[in-house]
């Protein structure tokens, strides 16, 4: 072996990627001999630690890729050939065969004196590193605590397993039952000119042609006529309307015997046909004779039951499956033996983003990514599927809905600024990876301006919903990367298990999770895959990212210690933030008796209405952009009541947003305020004080603001059970910490109204 205490070429290949690189072209393998001194075993050494190292499959299946070095150095050149240890031969590209070349093979003993021996004797792996420096540059994932293996700690098996299955299709099916009822008692109850003027019904529609069938029509073709004009040629009504063939839908008008259900059987441009449902209306005959004077029509969506076959199938494809059926049911351990490729990324990431990720690069199933409210979950995402394109994997994105999949996608990026913890800021500005944004429901102008029109059959990285996913055959991705995964139902993520071979899911299970209906209307929160997978594994299989950067300390602190056990720490650009002339949290206790609304459970509270009112006031009066306000009511009903007090006093604004706290999951200003609304002699504060429910509520209210965070609520309402309720059944001890928390803490001021 010559050139013995040559560099180690390991770590140079941070770098070096198959995209854009070219088959190593010789004329004559043997005309090359000049270069000498590697014997067949040394080669062999060389070939095997380069395989190792850079993992990357040749195109054909048949080998691992080898990149050569320089002539005289182990500095990364873009020439590779192909070590097929099955065979024990070398591939390279010969141009003697013609212009267009040739795939050639050559056994290893013929490799020995060549150019080829000669540019690979840097990956000898008696090169390894000797000291602390060299490991940490050969290492770029900071040796990472990787483990081997996790075994699950609550396996299924047998009738258990079929019952599990069983339950999610159950859960599906009733989850569209409940749908469809909902909104037909909905449409019930309304108006159909207040309908119309909410443009909650589509149309207008009038009839082009019935086709007969005994005394009744079989089918019932309209066409969209605008009230402007007559339909273009052109017009798409699945876009405009969302119509597809299969919904289900109410055909309404303003005269006759109407609405009536019925299902789209075919959507042609402007034309619709559809096929009433006549055993599902009272006198079929009537409503046949009235079709012809009723236009227009307009159509209510009932149901697109599209998205419900797709989990079905999804979930049908996962049993059938048996290696993504047994990992659902904890019948086989997750495994870790991929080695780390090195990071493509040019992100900078903490030492928990660094391990995360080390994890994911290193799964051969699946790991779960816990990120905590501004712990960089989204960067840390975005590193790890550039790591997968690096190492030549296809990459699925996904998360329940675009909004998700477009933050990962391009986060806050603008047509004039690159958000650099984005997909869009990682890989857009490379030539060598294409990403492909799936589905026509993005608004996002980024997206549409860089990924929507590429081609998703070929692109390297495909972003779409779990939804969307559904259009992609079994393991067509190396790797899914599921965000939000803890707010996706588990047979919405079972459609990413099938996409892809190994799973990154990454969430927070300690905020809210899906939330699905029932039949008969009954609401509850639902486990997601990712919250399943830590019950059936363990704590083990979720890798934790531990430093937030969003809160000041004194609005982190309570929530750290409540919900993620003290784990997390602070970052010291984030600790001290605040608004000018205001500390970290104000805590409002307010005495106002709440009412309910004449119709539903939700409820209103005029006097926190007005406190808060003064708190967006105040924030406005010291600079803070109304961009950068948010008002967080706890019942829909308080949204409304404080959007009418901003009103009266002038204060409302465009960009302020006033909305409950599921909609705000995901997201952070630099003020909130935040109002409970329930004040009462029983001390009754309803879901909030659910003790499943209530305290990831208010883990998610809680964690919003970055620089300032009002609390404005009858303490006494919040932190003592309601009559009907144990102490085991409410969760207002956890409202008593957070208001002795926050009375104890020099950052924190303490209000009576």
Request: aromatic fraction near 6%; charged fraction near 30%.
């Amino acid at each position: 072996m010559t050139d013995g205490d040559a560099p180690d070429a390991t770590p140079l290949y941070e770098e070096w990627s198959l995209h854009g690189a070219d088959r190593y072209a010789t004329d004559d393998l043997r005309a090359l001999s000049r270069y000498l001194g590697l014997e067949g075993d040394d080669l062999r050494a060389c070939l095997n630690q380069a395989a190792d190292v850079v993992d990357v499959p040749a195109e054909d299946g048949r080998g691992l890729v080898v990149p050569l070095h320089g002539e005289d150095t182990p500095a990364p050149t873009s020439e590779y050939v192909v070590w097929d240890a099955d065979a024990d031969a070398v591939g390279y590209f010969d141009e003697t065969f013609g212009i267009s070349g040739t795939n050639s093979r050559a056994p290893l003993d013929d490799v020995v004196a060549t150019e080829i021996a000669h540019r690979v004797r840097f990956w000898h792996p008696d090169h390894a590193p000797d000291s602390d420096a060299d490991a940490a540059a050969a290492d770029p994932l900071g040796g990472a605590d990787v483990p081997d293996a996790i075994r699950a700690s609550d396996p299924l098996a047998g009738r258990d397993r079929r019952a599990f299955f069983d339950a999610l299709r159950e859960t599906v099916r009733g989850e569209r039952t409940a749908e469809r009822d909902q909104t037909r008692d909905a449409h019930a109850d309304a108006d159909l000119g207040q309908l119309v003027g909410e443009r909650a019904v589509d149309g207008p529609f009038v009839l082009v042609s019935t086709t007969a069938q005994s005394d009744r029509p079989a089918d019932v073709r309209v066409q969209y006529a605008p009230e402007d004009g007559g339909a273009p040629a052109d017009v798409d009504l699945v876009a405009a309307f969302d119509l597809y063939p299969d919904n289900r839908v109410l055909v309404d008008a303003f005269h006759g015997d109407f609405p009536f259900p019925a299902r789209v059987a075919s959507v042609d441009g402007p034309l619709v046909t559809l096929r009433p449902a006549w055993e599902r209306v009272d006198d079929p005959e009537r409503v046949a004779a009235a079709l012809e004077d009723a236009d227009p029509f307009w159509l209510r969506g009932l149901l697109n039951p599209v998205p419900y076959a797709r989990r079905l199938d999804a979930l049908d494809a996962v049993w059938e499956t048996p290696a993504k059926r047994r990992l659902l049911t904890g019948e086989r351990d997750l495994s870790f033996s991929r080695p780390p490729n090195r990071r493509r990324a040019d992100l900078a990431l903490d030492d928990h983003q660094q391990r995360a990720l080390a994890w994911a690069v290193a799964a051969d199933d699946v790991v779960c990514i816990h990120g905590p409210p501004g712990t960089g979950k989204t960067r840390t995402l975005a590193a790890a599927v550039a790591e997968s394109v690096a190492r030549g994997e296809r990459v699925l994105v996904t998360a329940h809905s675009n909004q998700a999949v477009d933050n990962l996608l391009v986060g806050d990026s603008t047509p004039d600024e690159v958000d650099d913890g984005s997909l869009h800021g990682v890989l857009g500005d490379n030539p060598e990876v294409d990403v492909a944004r799936y589905g026509s429901h993005s608004r996002n102008r980024v997206v549409d301006e860089h990924y929507r029109q590429r081609g998703v059959d070929s692109a390297d990285v495909v972003a779409a919903t779990t939804n969307g996913a559904a259009a992609f055959d079994q393991d067509a991705f190396d790797v899914a990367v599921v965000d939000e995964a803890t707010q996706a139902s588990r047979a919405a993520t079972a459609i990413a298990v099938n996409a892809a071979e190994t799973l990154v899911l990454a969430g927070d299970h300690r905020q809210l999770p899906p939330y699905g209906v029932r039949e008969g209307g009954a609401g509850e929160m639902r486990p997601s895959l990712f919250e399943t997978l830590v019950d059936r594994y363990g704590d083990d299989v979720a890798v934790l990212l531990a430093r937030q950067y969003r809160m000041h300390d004194a609005i982190a602190g309570f929530p750290d210690e409540a919900f993620y056990g003290g784990r997390l720490e602070t970052a010291a650009e984030a600790a001290d933030r605040t608004v000018d002339g205001l500390s970290a949290v104000d805590l409002f206790d307010v005495t106002g008796d709440e009412r309910r609304e004449e119709r539903g459970a939700s409820v209103r509270n005029a006097a926190e209405a007005s406190v808060v009112a003064d708190r967006v006031e105040t924030l406005l009066g010291v600079g803070v952009d109304p961009g950068d306000v948010g008002v967080i009511a706890a019942y829909s009903g308080q949204v409304s009541e404080i959007r009418g007090v901003l009103a009266d006093r002038g204060l409302d604004r465009p960009a302020l947003t006033v909305d409950t706290v599921d909609s705000f999951q995901g997201g952070e200003r630099e003020a909130v305020v935040v109002s409970f609304a329930r004040s009462n002699d029983a001390s009754d504060a309803g879901f909030l004080e659910h003790p499943e429910e209530g305290p990831r509520r208010l883990n998610v209210a809680l964690t919003r603001a970055r620089r300032h965070l009002s609390l404005v609520g009858d303490w006494t309402t919040l932190t003592e059970p309601a009559s009907h309720r144990s102490p085991e059944e409410s969760c207002a001890a956890v409202y008593a910490d957070l208001h002795d928390s926050l009375a104890g803490h020099a950052d924190a001021r303490l209000h009576s109204r």
